[in-house]
């Protein structure tokens, strides 16, 4: 199909724009200074004179370049983003007031202690509703994001395990449905990675688990729910016979929206666990971060957690920045600059506040009935990899597609042009040709009822054949088309670079030597 | 005496004398998708069978290619790190990977012959 | 609860739809034990108006920067933040959208940090650059852990002079992989020998300019050393404005520059979240940890932008990634973009300039009161002093007066008893000479 031109490459709404460095106007600011007092400058041989290379534009030209980037994306804000694993629910506006209150976006993390009383309380409250949601003992504040927060678990256990003379354990058991940044992070703490084997019914093989549980090993990491979005039943079991074996039991709390409010963590033997703030707690994702990972740990691992912790004294708070040192003496250390991802605390805790327990434990019901609704009104013409009830997240395989020439991309692609954000396509990698889909509790009935109506069409539309070519075309209506991943991968460029007669004295080319 | 090898990783080995040229199969490529980046060993560099000795990357998957034998790499095809596509349009041929002295030849005997090659594809798809 | 769609209605006939009788059945799978014990003690949901309030009153316990003359930097700093910056970054679209993995309907993100890329990479000099990182602190621990695959060696040498939470942050990191890190002892007075240490184990020196005390110094000579010994010069910047005035990186020889774009990427947030920038030489990219934006074309052939060379993330090369990196800090990546598109060439070097000019003209009123000590000769907006006495009560007691006058070293170093007088003091383009004239005052007193 061919789309009728404009002389502007502009459809509409859908308007082009070029990179800030095709727009330059040299010297053109849209800041504003005062005038600089006159003083002697004092940078020794410091001082450069090179051109920089950015481009100089006006106030308007910037918010309206900004605005028609912001109009290429598609948003929680804008519509159904049923992205498995990722939990996308709304992002209340309140907690961006919150964060912008001057007592919190304007403090400097190294004011006295005695100016910033209010801050640490902050942090004090944030650890104070993950504590008491999750039964465990302590919590580390400073993890900036999931993976993170997996290291920062990882390094409480090692640094366990150093401490009890165990410092021989050497491997980290791991499902193969894993997400990707488990075994990451156990390679970043030092750690071989075994992987051990799901069942039939998408859950840990515990046997096979068992099998693998020897002297040496170090912990074993189970995301709960699991990726395949169901509960490990097992969980107790497991977490007993790691413990038994003298290892630790690490959960993965990516899908804790799904438990919160519900059960308490430490109830089902868990040593360490992170909690995505950005997931569960609301916090927005901003199109890849900034997210938190603060890290829930049991008795046992509480004494090695990172600094900075904050310290309740009399009827303040203090702040121990050292390890080492009191609360910290056995902490292993540093992980991250300043007292962790503080704006994001903040935003977390304004929605803790405003759900509350009752509104917490509605929250995980019904993001848990929202994705029973999907996983029973689309199994009727997809094939659903196992057996429900599922928890938060309902996964497909590509079984329906099977004769077809569409695939799991295909369907992804053709549900853009339906104006949904697809699922997430081929994970977990355990099911073939996986659409992972995560509703989530913000979602109405009305949403979910159009979203299946398409489902359901596309699904039909590919078994009854011969719409092969229509499904390879989508998307059709997006800003762009399907992109050549491929050439990108081949010959990368990844930034802009000035062409031939524009280059002289740039800083670039200089650093190319 | 000319003759080709392969293993359960799907790689190849020819035969020529003491020297063998390792690639990845039609299958592999296949499977792979497009490359889009290849690694290859350096001369000189001691590989043992079953060891990784190249990198092999496609837009969505990487993998490590692993010398089905023992010995000093001789050569690596200089020419696969700027063309990676020639892995996809000629895996067998002149999508070569590297070639190798053969440090025991009798490892050979280990490795399937085509006809063995081609079954254990079949049954895997 | 204002946040879910879902009433009763809804609930039953969906879970007719499903043949369930309830919503608890749907959890059938938890352990029942688990459920019964699960009791908590926290408040109900609260209304908009009172969770402003609650929060308003922890907020008005702090003494915020704006409600008194600050002169704090150590790593985080005070910019005027243009209004249109926070508006961009509030719009729905950049704020609420995930992580660009559908490239067709998220080339507004994409573009961003396309441009991103590049923005950090010119004002570096760098050759390139990734879509960030959590911040400065960990970014130079990834630098490190990079430099060491690179050179394919296991130690680290860090300067006295580089922050001390990316000290800490690296040393910790690099442990848990058996990575020597020695970090030299803090220098403030800028004497330390870095070329005599270099051995032939060593796969990086880690550098930082400005460094951490104020010294401006061009470690070109360093880098050579580094290169002639096989090692990598990783260089840290924890305010980037300088580097619209100073000597970029680049130009000194470094191989791996990264840093804390939090300075220009809006509100100090008592810290977090930052940014962290990572830009390297070509010749490495395989190596680099983090997302990658590259260009393209779209089926009609139409520019485009997606997210590449992904196979050495984690995602897909699991234990074998360069990082476990998967979240980083893309809204702050978009702030600190958009801050540096309004500002221009121009408008980056005029700020450069106004901040060094604030700091000059405060050096020039602190150096004169008796028995304070100035440390750099030459500086960009901050700088060490020596006081006549410990510097964490003075900091104490110009708290007392509304004023917050600096960061004492002690705070990062209660080890070193060598460096209790040391303060250091720091002035933005937020700052006005009536600010130093009052800090400057306060100082007199409370040091006579």
């Known amino acids: ?442 979602e109405s009935k009305q949403t979910l009822d159009k979203f299946i109506e398409s489902m359901l069409h596309l699904a039909r539309k590919a078994k009854a054949g011969g719409a092969e070519a229509a499904f390879k075309a989508a998307p059709m209506y997006s800003p762009r088309r399907r992109l050549d991943e491929t050439k990108a991968a081949r010959k990368p460029i990844l930034r802009w670079t000035p062409s031939e007669p524009e280059a002289n004295g740039n800083g670039a080319r200089q650093a190319a030597e | 005496m000319s003759e080709t090898r392969f293993t359960k990783d799907h790689e190849w080995i020819k035969i020529d004398g003491k020297v063998g040229t390792v690639g990845i199969t039609q299958f592999a490529q296949s499977q792979l998708g497009d490359i889009v980046f290849v690694e290859v060993p350096p001369a000189g560099k001691a590989v043992k069978a079953g060891g990784e000795a190249a990198v092999v990357e496609s837009v969505k998957a990487a993998s490590e290619v692993y010398s089905p034998v023992t010995g000093t790499v001789k050569e690596g095809n200089n020419a696969l790190p700027d063309a990676p596509e020639t892995v996809n349009k000629d895996p067998e041929g002149a999508g070569w990977f590297f070639k190798i002295d053969l440090a025991n030849p009798s490892e050979l005997d280990g490795l399937m012959d085509k006809a063995a090659y081609d079954k254990y594809v079949a049954e895997l798809s | 609860m204002r946040y879910l769609p879902l009433n009763d209605t809804n609930r039953r006939e969906m879970l007719a739809a499903i043949g369930a009788g309830s919503v608890d059945e749907l959890f059938r799978d938890l352990p029942k034990a688990a459920l019964a014990s699960a009791k908590f003690k926290l408040p109900n949901t609260a209304s908009e108006i009172e969770v402003e309030r609650a929060l308003g009153v922890m907020a008005a316990k702090n003494l915020s920067c704006g409600a008194a003359p600050a002169f704090l930097g150590a790593g985080n700093y005070r910019h005027h933040t243009p209004a249109s910056m926070d508006y961009l970054i509030q719009r729905g679209e950049f704020l609420t959208a995930y992580t660009p993995y559908q490239p067709e309907i998220s080339q507004g993100t994409l573009q961003a940090i396309f441009e991103f890329q590049t923005q950090v990479a010119l004002i570096t000099g760098m050759e390139i650059a990734n879509a960030s990182m959590y911040d400065g602190a960990t970014a130079c621990a990834e630098a490190v852990a990079m430099a060491c695959r690179v050179t394919k060696r296991g130690a680290a040498l860090v300067s006295g002079q580089v922050h001390p939470h990316y000290r800490d942050t690296t040393q910790t990191t690099m442990k848990f992989l058996d990575i020597a890190v020695e970090c030299l002892a803090p220098d403030p007075a800028g004497i330390e020998d870095l070329i005599g240490r270099i051995t032939p184990e060593l796969a990086c020196v880690v550098v930082q300019t400005p460094g951490f005390f104020g010294h401006l110094k061009d470690h070109t000579t360093l880098a050579e050393a580094c290169h002639k010994a096989g090692a990598l010069l990783v260089v840290c910047v924890t305010e980037p404005v300088a580097l619209g005035l100073i000597k970029p990186p680049c130009q000194m020889g470094a191989d791996i520059v990264v840093g804390e774009g939090q300075s220009l990427a809006g509100p100090m947030s008592f810290g977090g979240p930052g940014v962290g920038l990572f830009a390297t030489r070509e010749k490495f990219l395989r190596q680099m940890p983090g997302r990658l934006c590259g260009e393209t074309t779209d089926e009609d052939g139409r520019r485009g932008w997606v997210l590449t060379l992904s196979t050495r993330e984690q995602h897909i090369r699991r234990e074998k990634a360069t990082s476990n990196i998967c979240t980083n800090s893309g809204l702050i990546a978009l702030a600190f973009s958009t801050h540096m598109t309004l500002l221009g060439e121009a408008g980056f070097t005029r700020l450069a300039q106004l901040n060094h000019a604030m700091a000059v003209a405060l050096a020039e009123k602190v150096e004169k009161i008796p028995g304070v000590k100035l440390l750099p000769s030459a500086f960009f907006n901050e700088f060490a002093v020596v006081l006549p006495k410990p510097a964490a009560p003075v900091v104490e007691e110009l708290a007392k007066r509304k004023i917050l006058g600096g960061v004492p070293v002690s705070r990062f170093y209660p080890t070193y008893p060598e460096v209790a007088n040391l303060l250091l003091l720091c002035a933005t383009e937020t700052n006005t000479i009536a600010d130093i004239d009052t800090l400057v005052g306060a100082l007199k007193e409370v040091l006579s």
């Open chain 1, 1 to 442: 199909m061919t789309m009728p031109t404009t002389v502007s490459g502009n459809r509409g709404l859908q308007l082009e724009q070029n990179l800030i460095f095709e727009q330059d106007t040299p010297g053109m600011t849209a800041v504003d200074l005062p005038a600089a007092p006159k003083v002697i400058e004092r940078l020794g041989d410091m001082k450069s004179t090179r051109r920089i290379g950015l481009p100089g534009m006006s106030e308007p030209d910037v918010v309206r370049h900004y605005t028609r980037l912001s109009q290429k994306n598609y948003s929680i804000d804008s519509g159904f983003y049923p992205l498995g694993s990722c939990t996308m629910k709304h992002n209340p506006r309140l907690n961006e007031k919150m964060a912008r209150l001057p007592g919190f976006a304007d403090v400097h993390p190294f004011q006295p202690v005695s100016t910033i009383q209010g801050a640490l309380e902050l942090i004090d409250t944030c650890a104070a509703w993950l504590k008491e949601l999750t039964g465990m003992a302590a919590v580390a504040m400073s993890p900036a994001a999931g993976a993170h927060g997996e290291l920062c678990g990882l390094m409480c256990i090692k640094s366990a395990h150093e401490a009890n003379g165990q410092g021989h354990r050497k491997i980290v058991l791991v499902p193969e449905s894993a997400h990707g940044t488990n075994p990451a992070t156990a390679a970043l703490c030092g750690y071989a990675v075994e992987a051990i084997p799901a069942n039939a019914e998408g859950r840990v093989d515990v046997a096979a688990l068992r099998q693998h549980l020897r002297p040496e090993i170090a912990a074993v990491m189970i995301t709960n729910p699991n990726t395949c979005g169901l509960f490990e039943r097992d969980c107790i079991e497991i977490a007993d016979a790691v413990h038994e074996a003298g290892a630790y039991f690490y959960m993965d709390g990516a899908n804790y929206n799904a438990i919160v409010g519900r059960l308490r963590i430490a109830d089902l033997g868990v040593d360490a666990m992170h909690i995505n703030l950005h997931k569960t707690f609301s916090t927005p994702h901003g199109g890849g971060g900034p997210g938190a990972g603060p890290t829930v740990l049991s008795p046992k691992l509480a004494p090695f957690a990172p600094v900075p912790q904050v310290v309740k004294i009399g009827a303040g708070f203090d702040s121990e920045e050292h390890a080492g040192f009191g609360t910290a003496k056995q902490s292993y250390g540093r992980m991250k600059g300043y007292h962790g991802q503080f704006g994001v605390f903040v935003r977390a805790v304004s929605y803790m506040m405003a759900m509350g327990i009752d509104g917490l434990r509605q929250a995980s019901g019904d993001a848990v009935l929202n994705a029973n609704y999907l996983l029973a009104r689309l199994g009727t013409e997809m094939t659903a990899a196992f057996e429900g009830p599922c928890m938060h997240e309902a996964v497909f395989d590509d079984r329906f597609l099977k004769g077809t020439c569409v695939t799991t991309l295909d369907i992804a692609k053709a549900l853009i042009d339906e104006g949904v954000h697809p699922p997430t396509m081929y994970f977990p990698l355990v099911v073939h040709g996986a659409l992972l889909m995560e509703p989530t509790e913000t």
